[in-house]
């Protein structure tokens, strides 16, 4: 079946540090990756998605790389801000047929201090 | 251009009960997909409607059911409701659907069973 691994958080970073937060995959076809962010009393918003391998995906500073050699989607970003401090997930959609259905990771917190 | 609107935002309800939620997509989409998220079992994928019929469904009981309509708002309903069913209710929808396809959210119904 499919499936998505993330980090444990929460992840506590200063203003300005770099953040990295690690998605490994397993998925019987050739799958779309998707970052999303929840803040606190919202739904899901997408933060930067890639449909093949190599692809880049990036947004408001944030970044991922879809790695098919090593099944992963890690996201980065440069330098954080106290407003990214929120929940994180990776997901993932095969393309076996025209159906959408993302399975998601368990969610990575990041809380950014001053 | 209006998100995808979720009602209610929050409902109460006791246990043998049941409930409809309504969820309105983006003009134009076509594609309205459900998902339950929990602290225990993070995001789970409930079923997924495109044109009036449920294209995908999840590993879900009976009693959770939807259904779209003409103008592709949907709903969902949940019959003889149970403690375990206390979650947040997303939506989500996108143009066609399809894997490659991101999926837009609301802020999701959070659903208390006493």
């Known amino acids: 079946g499919n499936s998505v691994t993330q980090m444990e958080g929460p992840v506590t970073l200063s203003e300005e540090a770099f953040l990295t937060i690690n998605c490994t995959y397993t998925a019987t076809g050739y799958p779309s990756l998707f970052w999303y962010v929840q803040y606190p009393g919202e739904g899901l918003q997408l933060l930067l998605k890639a449909t093949k391998a190599d692809d880049k995906g990036s947004n408001k500073g944030f970044e991922a790389t879809y790695r098919k050699e090593t099944t992963s989607f890690h996201l980065e970003k440069g330098s954080v801000q106290v407003s990214d401090s929120a929940v994180y997930f990776c997901?993932?959609?095969?393309?076996?047929?025209?159906?959408?259905?993302?399975?998601f990771g368990t969610g990575t917190r990041l809380q950014v201090t001053l | 251009k209006a998100g995808v609107t979720q009602t209610p935002r929050y409902l109460i309800k006791t246990r043998g009960q049941q409930v409809t939620l309504s969820c309105s997509p983006i003009?134009?989409?076509?594609?309205v997909s459900w998902y339950q998220q929990t602290p225990g079992q993070g995001l789970q994928f409930l079923f997924e409607?495109?044109?009036?019929?449920?294209?995908n469904k999840g590993n879900f009981p009976g009693r959770f059911s939807g259904r779209q309509f003409s103008n592709s708002r949907s709903e969902m309903n949940v019959s003889t409701l149970e403690l375990g069913d206390s979650a947040l209710y997303l939506c989500a929808s996108s143009r066609e659907g399809g894997s490659n396809q991101p999926q837009h959210f609301g802020d999701g119904t959070r659903l208390s069973i006493l």
């Open positions: 997901a993932l959609s095969v393309a076996t047929s025209t159906a959408s259905k993302l399975t």
């Open positions: 003009s134009g989409h076509r594609s």
């Open positions: 409607y495109f044109s009036e019929t449920q294209r």
